[in-house]
């Protein structure tokens, strides 16, 4: 067996860890098509709008010399499909509000039973609530935090226990402030 140098594995344990480092900061800057997909709820706007084509179909149904709408005129059979789709779009087109625009896709897809011929015989209702369900719960992935200095490291220490605070005030050898951990200004006893 071939003896190695501890100092030389590290030097290439470090090398490869730089490396995939690397590769995961290239990949994640790239700003690719995927890193756009995966920076918002694609897939859940895409079945709202689908529902909505669905319910949007579904009102322009010929059985003989009978046209299927329900509501005034049809109106609502019109309008309401395409205030759901623009809800998914909008969802996809701004993440941020993205709460906001699943909520009314829902609500109009729960609506739609009622105006809008069963839902769009129950296919265009199942994909909004699908797709608004799918825009509410979606969130962007968490960036890997990692601490940047002592002084992150001893920000995220744990703060002593209640116990350990009242002894320390009661002992007199610390402040309030100084016992529970918060920085005390210089000068101040």
């Known amino acids: 067996m071939h003896q ?38 694609v897939i859940g706007g895409g079945i709202a709008v689908l529902g909505a084509v669905a319910m949007l179909l579904s009102t322009q149904l010929d059985l003989g010399n ?17 205030i759901i789709a623009l809800a998914g779009i909008l969802a996809v087109a701004m993440p941020a509000h993205r709460i906001f625009y699943g909520v009314i896709v829902l609500v109009g897809s729960v609506y739609s039973l009622v105006a809008v011929n069963l839902g769009g015989f129950f296919v265009g209702f199942l994909l909004g609530c699908v797709g608004g369900v799918m825009v509410v719960s979606w969130a962007p992935r968490a960036a890997a ?9 001893a920000d995220a220490a744990p703060l002593p226990a ?14 309030a402030d100084e016992a529970r951990g918060m920085p005390v200004a210089e000068g101040r006893a």
Request: proline fraction near 5%.
């Open 4 to 41: 190695t140098d501890p100092d030389e594995q590290t030097a290439d344990l470090d090398e490869l860890l730089d490396t995939r480092a690397s590769r995961a900061a290239a990949a994640s800057t790239s700003g690719g098509a995927s890193a756009w997909f995966r920076s918002r709820p």
């Open 66 to 82: 009978i046209m299927v709408h329900v509501g005034i005129e049809g109106m609502q059979a019109t309008i309401l499909p395409i």
């Open 145 to 153: 935090a990692e601490p940047e200095s002592a002084d992150a490291a």
């Open 162 to 175: 209640a116990g350990d605070v009242d002894a320390a005030i009661a002992d007199g050898s610390h402040s």
